[in-house]
C-alpha cells in the first residue's frame, strides 16, 4: 500500500530572525515525543511540533552566513522542500544583514516552487516593535513591496504579516495560517452558525487543539452592530484565551491526565470548553448565565459527526 506522506509545515528564516521564539510561543505546549530526526543533519533542523493531526511543523535556519547551510540547501533540497504545504518565512525587520536575510528567502522561494509550486506561502516581517511607531507603517510597505517582488519572479503569491512576539500580531497572523490550513473551513464555518442558532450561545469558538489557536469564531448577536475596534479586541480575547487554555491543557498534562471538557458558570456568563475532533476544540459562550448546559452538551454531539 502507498506510504501516508506527512505534510510539512516549514518555518524558515535567518539564524536569530525569531522563529524558536515563535514556536515556543505558539507551540507552549510543546512535547518531546513529538521531536524525530531527519538523518544526520540534527544541528539543522532543530524542532518539530505536530499540528492538525497531520502536520509537522519544522523550523530550519538558512541565513546564506553559513557555508554548512549554503551545501545542504544545494544538496537536500528535495529532502526539504519536497511534499510541503506551508512556507512560513521570518525576516527580522532590523536585521544587520537584510541582504542576506533576502538571499535566503529567494533561495527558498525558487526551491518551493521547483518542489512543492501550490505551497502556501506566508511571510512574517518581525521583531515590529523594534521599530518606531510612526515609522512601522512605511517601512512593512517597503519590505512588502520587495518581497512580493521576488515572489513574483518565481510565479507565487505570497501573504505577507507583521509580527512581534510582544502583542498580539503574532498570535493572529498563526491564527490565520492554520485556518487557511483546515480541509473544508467553509463548511465549519456553516455547521458552527448552525450550532450557534440551535443552542442560544451567543458565541461559538473553534480552537487548533495542539496550539489553541481559534480557527473559527461565530458571534450570534442579537442586536448585531460591529464597533471600529472590533477586529482588534476579538484578537485580543482570542490570544488571552489560547495562552490560558494552553496553560490548563499543560496543568493536566503534568498531571497524567487529558483535558476532556470545562464548564464555567459565572453571575454574567457560561462558557462549556470540549475536546470537539481530533484536533479540535469547541467553546460556547452565553451571557445568559441561566441558559442550561446540557443542551449545549447534546448539540455538540449532534454535529461532531459532521466534520
Ligand atoms: P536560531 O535559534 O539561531 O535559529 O534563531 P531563531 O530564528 O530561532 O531566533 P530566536 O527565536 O532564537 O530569537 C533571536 C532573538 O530575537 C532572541 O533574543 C529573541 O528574544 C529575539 N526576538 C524574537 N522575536 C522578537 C520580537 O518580536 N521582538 C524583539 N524585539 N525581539 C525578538
Known sequence: SKKVERKKVLLMGKSGAGKTSMRSIIFASYVADDVYRLGMTMDIEHAHVRMLGNLVVNLWD????DSFMDSYFMFQKEQIFKGCEVLIYVIDVKSERPEADLQGYRDC????????????????????????????????EVKKKEL?????????????????????????AWSKIVTQLIP????????????????????VLLFEKATML????????????????????IAERMEGLSHYLKNFK???????????????????????????????????????????????????DRIRPKF
Open 62 to 65: 538558512c541565513g546564506g552566513q
Open 109 to 140: 522561494l525558487a526551491a518551493i516552487a521547483d518542489y512543492s509550486a501550490n505551497a502556501k506561502i506566508f511571510v512574517l516581517v518581525h521583531k515590529m516593535d523594534l521599530l518606531l511607531e510612526s515609522e512601522k507603517n512605511a517601512i512593512f
Open 148 to 172: 512580493e517582488e521576488i515572489a513574483h519572479t518565481n510565479r507565487l503569491n505570497v501573504d505577507i504579516a507583521k509580527t512581534s512576539i510582544w502583542d498580539k500580531t503574532l498570535y493572529s
Open 184 to 203: 473544508k473551513k467553509e463548511k465549519f464555518q456553516t455547521e458552527l452558525q448552525n450550532l450557534a442558532e440551535q443552542s442560544g450561545a451567543n458565541e
Open 214 to 233: 481559534n480557527i473559527c469564531y461565530i458571534k450570534n448577536d442579537a442586536n448585531g452592530h460591529k464597533t471600529e475596534d472590533d477586529e482588534d479586541l
Open 250 to 300: 499543560l496543568i493536566c498534562w503534568r498531571k497524567a491526565t487529558n483535558f476532556e471538557s470545562l464548564e464555567i458558570r459565572t453571575s454574567t456568563f457560561s462558557a462549556i470548553m470540549q475536546i470537539f475532533t481530533d484536533y479540535t476544540c469547541i467553546m460556547l459562550v452565553s451571557f445568559n448565565p441561566d441558559i442550561p448546559m446540557w443542551n449545549w452538551r447534546k448539540a455538540i
